[in-house]
């Protein structure tokens, strides 16, 4: 009597697909793997193509001088003029909010690095009768002398930044022989238009060298 061969077929064939299942799982785990690590690669590439280019560009900037420091005694704040528009009417000029980045003067994109200017980060702003306290936590202090004050305007980017239009106070300064946009943004942007006010008035009026301009150069 002949034993059919057919469950015994019928196992060998199930065993020999598991088996190439198996085979095929770990053929596509191993393929993922090298995708992973190949874009981990890439990205540790382009990291560091971009270091690379941030610090060649503070060589490029190496003959802007050291950032000014503000004075033992700064004096009092300023206090904001009465305005039926501003919410800081006779209170200090103090801000609390973010720096993002000094660009050239009228030139959103070409930005300066040098000295730890490039440096995004929280900031802490007093305005005195001798210019601009800057502190930050975790990046370089400097002072903006009124002396060197060229205007301060509202606006919507810079280095790089965008955001809502009049939701940055930029600061237009001279520093070495190089004309300066620093961009902040406080955490009230209300109290923006205050400090535009008392900007202007300490630099002596607005100037070319604070009118924006970075919607001609950003449409190219």
Do not use: C
């Not at 980045?101 to 007093?126: F, K, M, N, P, Y």
């Not at 620093?182 to 209300?190: E, N, Q, V, Y």
């Amino acid at each position: 009597m002949t034993t059919p061969s057919h469950p015994v077929a019928g196992l060998a064939g199930f065993a020999g697909l598991a088996a190439e299942q198996k085979s095929q799982d770990v053929t596509d785990w191993a393929a993922r793997m090298g995708w992973v690590v190949g874009l981990l690669l890439v990205i540790a590439l382009v990291y560091w193509l971009m270091r690379e280019g941030w610090k060649w560009r503070g060589t490029l900037q190496g003959d802007l001088p050291e950032l000014p420091q503000a004075p033992a005694e700064p004096g009092e704040p300023t206090q904001a003029h009465p305005s039926p528009t501003a919410t800081l009417n006779g209170k200090p000029l103090t801000l609390s909010g973010r720096y993002h980045g000094s660009t050239t003067a009228g030139q959103w994109l070409d930005r300066i690095v040098a000295h730890g200017l490039g440096t995004r980060s929280r900031a802490e702003l007093t305005l005195t009768g001798q210019g601009v306290s800057v502190v930050r936590p975790g990046a370089p202090d400097f002072f903006i002398p009124a002396a060197e004050l060229r205007g301060a305007r509202l606006d919507k980017g810079i280095a790089g930044k965008v955001l809502a239009e009049g939701g940055l106070l930029v600061i237009t300064w001279s520093h070495g022989d190089r004309l300066i946009d620093s961009g902040f943004r406080s955490d009230h942007a209300a109290e923006h238009t205050a400090w535009v006010d008392a900007l202007t008035e300490l630099s002596g009026g607005p100037s070319e060298a604070a009118a924006p301009s970075h919607h001609t150069e950003g449409s190219r």
